[in-house]
Structures are given as structure tokens and as C-alpha cells.
């Protein structure tokens, strides 16, 4: 792939991922598929809320990193419009591993190509420059740590009521 399309393609990339646009996308998608796809929406959807909160929040005021410095003339600085926030972790790495991998757990046919997008995604971020690897891995780390943690949540059998108890 030449560098100009390579380019063109990870911008794109990033930018449907602004805002998590790609996931709510997907999730209606998977909504309205019904059936195990749907249930495999709402815990990709949960994951990605779970870890845009921790990363957009707390953990990016935690961590105050600069996001990689790019010489004015290189020709890759206008890809894409870095956010205003810390550069760690990588909010868009770990929106999509989150997404990904929640609702790949749920149907695992969605594992390959939603992660393969994920990866996409977070090399998109790296490669525009407004992010460092380290940055990515870490958020990508995040966002499935997150999906694990909301199955794990929405896995657990319901607490047994006081009648249940004595029977």
C-alpha cells in the first residue's frame, strides 16, 4: 500500500472512531440484527462505555502526557486533528478493543473482524502521529480489561433473596 493510501486509510480509520461514532453504529447494526448478535451489541456497548469513562476521565488526568511532537512540516500533521487531552492511554484503542472484544465474547464469529478493526484503529492513531505506541497498548489493554470486566459482572448468578437461603 502506497503511503499516500496508507495515509488516507488511517485517517479514515480515526475518524469514524471520533466520539465512538463506528460502535454506535455498529450497535444499532447488531440491534437491529436481533437475536445473539443483539446481546452481543449491548455488551460491546457497555465495554466501550465502561472504558471511555475510565480512560476519558480519571485516567487521563492521572497520566498528563504531551502527545508526540510533529515537526510543522511533516506531511502526516493534518491527518488527523489530535484531541485536547493527554496523549495516555489512547481513548480510541481502548474504545474499540473494549467494543470489540465485549461483543466478541458474546459471538465469537464478530472476534476477528471487530478486533481486526480495533487494530486498525489503534495503529491509526500511531501511525497520524498523535499518539505513541505505548499509548495505544495501554489503552488497548483498558479497553479489553473492560470487556472482561463487564462479563464477568453480567455473568455473575443473582444474590440469593433470604427465602432462597433457608430452602
Not at 506531511?75 to 470489540?100: C, E, I, N, T, Y
Not at 489493554?141 to 433457608?166: D, F, K, N, Q, W
Request: zero cysteines.
Amino acid at each position: 500500500m502506497s503511503s499516500s493510501r496508507r495515509d488516507t486509510a488511517t485517517s479514515l480509520l480515526s475518524g469514524i472512531a471520533d466520539w465512538g461514532l463506528i460502535w454506535l453504529l455498529l450497535w444499532m447494526a447488531m440491534w437491529a440484527a436481533g437475536g445473539k448478535t443483539r446481546l452481543a451489541g449491548q455488551r460491546g456497548l457497555l465495554s466501550f462505555a465502561l472504558s471511555s469513562a475510565l480512560v476519558n476521565g480519571p485516567l487521563k488526568l492521572i497520566w498528563r502526557r504531551e502527545r508526540p511532537n510533529r515537526p510543522i512540516d511533516d506531511a502526516r500533521r493534518a491527518l488527523v486533528r489530535p484531541m485536547g487531552s493527554s496523549s495516555f492511554p489512547s481513548g480510541h484503542a481502548a474504545a474499540a478493543f473494549a467494543f470489540a472484544t465485549g461483543a466478541g465474547l458474546e459471538a465469537p464469529t464478530l472476534l476477528a473482524p471487530l478486533s481486526l478493526l480495533a487494530t486498525g484503529i489503534a495503529y491509526s492513531r500511531v501511525h497520524s502521529r498523535v499518539h505513541f505506541v505505548s499509548d495505544v497498548l495501554a489503552g488497548s489493554a483498558i479497553g479489553v480489561a473492560s470487556a472482561l470486566t463487564v462479563r464477568g459482572l453480567l455473568s455473575r448468578p443473582a444474590m440469593p433473596t433470604a427465602l432462597e437461603r433457608r430452602i
